[in-house]
């Protein structure tokens, strides 16, 4: 097989050669759905999230964008309210294993399978540091009416905004 790179030194395969695998290790998505959810991952700004947010906002409720909870713990929660210590995330269905809408992929099934199940498994995680540190989680479904979320993410905010807080330790 002959390799040539392209303009910004990245190696480009011969033509004839099967581009399998994308430049994250993932395999090639094998159809367009498929395609259009693998560039979902780890999207802003997504439509259901843009939704929430601008009901949360014409609630009254300010709140910070893609921010992560915790100094050090590289885990960006999609809406965030610091002083109430919430922290909210619209779960993708693909990404995340929605039960209704979370197929896996039957090509390359054991790639995805490590993948979809290694996201999870880090959802958890991401909670139950979070919960630890003395934050609220709020997961919601990016197919769930996004009424309905914000109505859920405001009494959550409402009910934390009236907990006692905690003295915070120097660090
Ligand atoms: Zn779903």
Same mark, same amino acid.
């Given at each position: 097989m002959t390799t040539t790179t392209t303009a910004d030194g990245r190696p480009r395969s011969n033509?004839?050669?099967?581009?399998?695998?994308?430049r994250t290790g993932a $395999?090639?998505?094998?159809t367009p759905g498929v395609r259009s959810r693998m560039q979902s991952?780890?999207?802003?700004?997504?439509a259901p999230e843009l939704a929430v947010r601008r009901l949360l906002h014409a609630d009254g409720l300010r709140y910070r964008v893609d921010?992560? $909870? =915790? $100094?050090? =713990?590289r885990r960006r929660a999609d809406v965030i309210f610091g002083p109430a210590r919430v922290a909210v995330y619209i779960d993708g269905c693909f990404w995340h294993g929605c $039960?209704?809408?979370g197929t896996r992929p039957r090509t390359n099934s054991d790639w995805w399978l490590r993948k979809l199940d290694a996201n999870r498994a880090r959802d958890a995680d991401t909670d139950r540091r979070l919960t630890e540190a003395g934050w609220a989680v709020l997961r919601a479904w990016e197919h769930e009416d996004p009424r309905s979320v914000a109505d859920r993410v405001g009494a959550l905010v409402a009910s934390t905004s009236r907990r006692p807080t905690t003295p915070r330790r120097a660090a």
């Open positions: 033509a004839r050669t099967p581009r399998s695998y994308t $395999p090639a998505a094998s991952q780890k999207a802003r700004d997504t921010r992560a $909870p =915790l $100094p050090g =713990l $039960p209704e809408h």
